[in-house]
């Protein structure tokens, strides 16, 4: 077992012992990342010498006996969370070269605790897709097996923590992009509830979907991150003054009596036999818990993916206007004019995903559509969020699957943008809705690769989704499982 092995907790236990110093702890991680990731291209940027520099601090502070279960953890960032005087990419030509001159503020916080930056992680440009394909900066390699996609749009983040390349990882998720690859990685992945986590500093692809969360080899990390990201942020004008309660004080306790609600609509068609019948074994371990398990209906599901299609371009048409190339950015050689300039820099800064993207956005946008499509999608939206709240008021937590296949073939979806965005039926409707959700691993497949376990609740409960989690994994070993990384 080497360093990069061990997770957060592991690792607070004998940093705050003084057995091992962060700045061994961060060696050993940039040491992996060196023999790896030319493989894995799980990182866009490697910051070693903040990270050097951050475990040397956070030794110090150690050693004043200030050791929070944070201190001296490194971890990696994914490339869309803005960092003061690093490069943030968002994968992009067009942000190749952008230096924020501030910090998110899940950036901050952790910054507060001491933690180590290891790097910043490959992602699909602007976080547009479900595969990490669509990156400026090429395509990452899932861990499980290279010729296949880790997931997307948090790919690099994925891969970085199942390939021990980082401790634990941040990812953002505007339909599914923690949690997807969470599943594909077989990590633990949460989206926490619409409000719950600051957006300030997090460059917005869909702003009424966004939102952080942890990337994390199992449940107690994830509790341990969330208890630093969360909370009140005057920055963000839509982050809700709610409680930020210890997420770590519900693991291990009694998941007895609580009651699953599994939506029929969600094992259909296309869903994959292996991951059917993977999570059909998960509900089982929980019923053995004492779980009461009732079949629930979301009715609208089937109309979740056309909604979001309308709405997350719609919102990005918007956001990206600002990429002008003016104040910063790609600016074009070809300089003939105002509006040439604007429009070469663009052409040639944004890849192919964005610009549909901007195009059916604009389009759903413009005069004369938008009833019939930005504003029916948010109708529709509106339905999506009453189906969980009336599926809430007899369940506690909603269990599906999180994705319906295992990781497809590098390549095998690119020119298949229809047939990618279909596939994220599961993880989607959480976003609609605003709720919160997690992706646990609870099998693999024949040929190995990992299957994630999705649990939904209502708005501000990530409390049940931690402590279902967790009793589920006590239950398991499948979190334990490592990559063999034959390259
Ligand atoms: N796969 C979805 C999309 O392409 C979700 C991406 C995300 O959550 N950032 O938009």
């Given at each position: 077992?080497e360093l990069y092995n061990l997770t957060i907790h592991e690792l607070h236990t004998r940093l705050s012992t003084g057995e091992v110093t962060s700045q061994e702890v961060t060696e050993s991680v940039l ?19 903040l990270a050097m520099a951050q475990a040397k601090k956070a030794d110090e502070v150690i050693s004043r006996g200030q050791c929070t279960p944070l201190t001296g953890i490194p971890l990696a ?29 899940v950036i901050k916080r952790l910054r507060e605790e001491d933690a180590v930056f290891i ?47 980082c401790i634990a990882a941040l ?43 942890p990337?994390t080899k199992d449940?107690q990390d994830t509790a341990l991150l969330m208890n630093v990201i969360c ?13 930020v309660?210890d997420y770590t004080a519900?693991l ?236």
């Amino acid at each position: 077992m080497e360093l990069y092995n061990l997770t957060i907790h592991e690792l607070h236990t004998r940093l705050s012992t003084g057995e091992v110093t962060s700045q061994e702890v961060t060696e050993s991680v940039l040491k992996r990342i060196e023999s790896i990731d030319k493989q894995v291209n799980a990182y866009i940027t490697v910051t070693q010498p903040l990270a050097m520099a951050q475990a040397k601090k956070a030794d110090e502070v150690i050693s004043r006996g200030q050791c929070t279960p944070l201190t001296g953890i490194p971890l990696a960032i994914k490339d869309i969370l803005c960092m003061k005087g690093v490069t943030t990419t968002c994968g992009s030509k067009i942000l190749e070269n952008f230096v924020p001159p501030y910090d998110a503020t899940v950036i901050k916080r952790l910054r507060e605790e001491d933690a180590v930056f290891i790097g910043r992680t490959n992602m699909d440009e602007f976080a547009m897709g479900s595969s990490t394909e669509t990156s400026y900066f090429g395509p990452t390699r899932n861990p499980w097996d290279a010729s296949r996609i880790p997931g997307g749009s948090s790919g690099g983040s994925a891969a970085a923590v199942a390939a021990d390349e980082c401790i634990a990882a941040l990812g953002t998720d505007t339909g599914g992009s923690i949690r997807q690859p969470a599943a594909c990685c077989g990590l633990v992945g949460l989206k926490p509830t619409y409000g719950r986590v600051s957006r300030f500093g997090l460059i917005a692809f869909a702003s009424s979907l966004d939102q952080a969360g942890p990337m994390t080899k199992d449940v107690q990390d994830t509790a341990l991150l969330m208890n630093v990201i969360c909370g009140y942020d005057p920055l963000d004008s839509t982050s809700l003054k709610v409680e930020v309660p210890d997420y770590t004080a519900v693991l291990g306790k009694d998941v007895a009596g609580m009651s699953i609600g599994i939506p029929k609509e969600y094992f259909m068609e296309g869903l994959d036999g292996e991951v059917a019948k993977a999570v059909s074994e998960a509900i089982k371990v929980l019923e053995g818990l004492q779980m009461e398990v009732k079949e629930v209906s979301l009715p609208h599901t089937d109309y979740a993916v056309a909604a979001y299609y309308l709405i997350a371009p719609a919102e990005a048409s918007s956001n990206l206007a600002r990429y002008d190339a003016v104040k910063y950015g790609y600016r074009t050689s070809k300089d003939t004019g105002l509006l040439d300039m604007y429009m070469h820099s663009r052409s040639e800064g944004f890849g192919a995903e964005v610009k549909r993207r901007i195009m059916l956005g604009t389009y759903a946008l413009s005069a004369g559509y938008y009833d019939a499509y930005y504003k029916k999608a948010s109708q529709v939206r509106t339905l999506i969020r009453k189906d969980f709240e009336t599926v809430f008021e007899e369940c506690d937590v909603i269990v599906t699957p999180t994705y319906p296949t295992s990781a497809f073939k590098i390549g095998e979806k690119v020119n298949d943008p229809l047939n990618m965005y279909l596939s994220d039926i599961f993880t989607i409707p959480a976003n609609l809705a605003g709720i919160p959700a997690i992706s646990l691993p609870c099998g693999f497949t024949g040929e190995g690769l990992p299957i994630g376990l999705q649990l939904l609740s209502n708005s501000f409960q990530e409390e049940k989704l931690i402590q279902v989690a967790a009793a589920y994994e006590q239950e398991s070993r499948w979190h334990l499982q490592k990559p063999t990384l034959a390259m």
